[in-house]
């Protein structure tokens, strides 16, 4: 098997043309990518709400439990079966699969931001919604990120599926050497797909470690902060004015 796949990813009449590996790579990204994006549409807002009031986080918990259980393939085939074939039922089935690690990293991200800096910016007047956008999704964003890593990743390794219904990318070299016992174009098909997932993760991680601020705060928990403990202090000279007037 070894000396076939040396062979098959040798062979330049695999490196070129509409069926060559770099358009094979072009078409499992575009469908990772449509999936992820459209997974990130439905799951994102849903996280930062639930993130933010608090509610709803059995729920959570439960579904992203609950859908990662589900078999991508079986997902995919009954789609089939209503929709019939094309692009939609694949990318369904891959938006289902990604919407739990981004939901959950959303989730994550805005109820774990510092308490005292949310209540230093209600504190400074401003509203849920200026909360939610300029303090908790800022310092949330390294969790949104890797919630966001862990769905592409997910995605990527699932999106194989795609070749199962006739359409394209790296999945179409593992289903069609199976189908004709070429056990080395199979190996090249999930080295390929190990190779873009490993990739992707490597300049996702990349992201993620730029978005982290270490200890630093965003510029507007500062401020929240700043106007929380000046708030305490005024009450506690307050109170300090009252007693002294008192025991006069």
Same mark, same amino acid.
């Given at each position: 098997?070894?000396?076939?796949?040396?062979?098959?990813?040798?062979?330049?009449?695999?490196?070129?043309?509409?069926?060559?590996?770099?358009?094979?790579?072009?078409?499992?990204?575009?469908?990772?990518?449509?999936?992820?994006?459209?997974?990130?549409?439905?799951?994102?807002?849903?996280?930062?709400?639930?993130?933010?009031?608090?509610?709803?986080?059995?729920?959570?918990?439960?579904?992203?439990?609950? &859908?990662?259980?589900?078999?991508?393939?079986?997902?995919? /085939?009954? @789609?089939?079966?209503?929709?019939? $074939?094309? =692009? +939609?039922?694949?990318?369904?089935?891959?938006?289902?699969?990604?919407?739990?690690?981004?939901?959950?990293?959303?989730?994550?991200?805005?109820?774990?931001?510092?308490?005292?800096?949310?209540?230093?910016?209600?504190?400074?007047?401003?509203?849920?919604?200026?909360?939610?956008?300029?303090?908790?999704?800022?310092?949330?964003?390294?969790?949104?990120?890797?919630?966001?890593?862990?769905?592409?990743?997910?995605?990527?390794?699932?999106?194989?599926?795609?070749?199962?219904?006739?359409?394209?990318?790296?999945?179409?070299?593992?289903?069609?050497?199976?189908?004709?016992?070429?056990?080395?174009? &199979?190996?090249?098909?999930?080295?390929?797909?190990?190779? /873009?997932? @490993?990739?992707?993760?490597?300049? $996702?991680? =990349? +992201?993620?470690?730029?978005?982290?601020?270490?200890?630093?705060?965003?510029?507007?928990?500062?401020?929240?902060?700043?106007?929380?403990?000046?708030?305490?202090?005024?009450?506690?000279?307050?109170?300090?004015?009252?007693?002294?007037?008192?025991?006069?």
């Amino acid at each position: 098997m070894f000396a076939d796949l040396v062979t098959f990813l040798s062979d330049p009449t695999n490196w070129s043309g509409p069926e060559g590996i770099p358009v094979r790579i072009v078409e499992h990204l575009y469908y990772s990518a449509l999936a992820v994006a459209i997974a990130t549409v439905i799951a994102v807002p849903i996280g930062m709400m639930i993130g933010h009031t608090h509610r709803g986080e059995t729920f959570v918990v439960g579904l992203a439990n609950g &859908v990662r259980s589900l078999p991508s393939l079986g997902i995919m /085939t009954f @789609l089939v079966l209503v929709m019939g $074939l094309g =692009l +939609l039922p694949p990318v369904l089935a891959l938006v289902i699969l990604g919407i739990p690690p981004l939901m959950a990293g959303t989730y994550a991200g805005v109820c774990n931001v510092d308490a005292l800096a949310v209540d230093g910016a209600r504190a400074m007047g401003m509203s849920e919604p200026q909360v939610l956008f300029r303090v908790e999704l800022p310092n949330a964003r390294p969790l949104i990120l890797s919630g966001f890593r862990t769905a592409f990743l997910d995605v990527i390794a699932t999106a194989t599926i795609a070749a199962y219904v006739n359409l394209g990318g790296l999945g179409r070299y593992i289903f069609d050497g199976l189908a004709v016992y070429k056990y080395g174009e &199979v190996a090249a098909g999930a080295i390929m797909v190990t190779a /873009t997932a @490993l990739l992707v993760d490597f300049v $996702l991680m =990349l +992201l993620v470690k730029v978005s982290r601020p270490g200890l630093r705060l965003s510029h507007h928990s500062a401020k929240a902060i700043d106007a929380l403990i000046a708030q305490a202090n005024a009450d506690q000279r307050g109170t300090q004015r009252d007693i002294r007037e008192d025991v006069a």
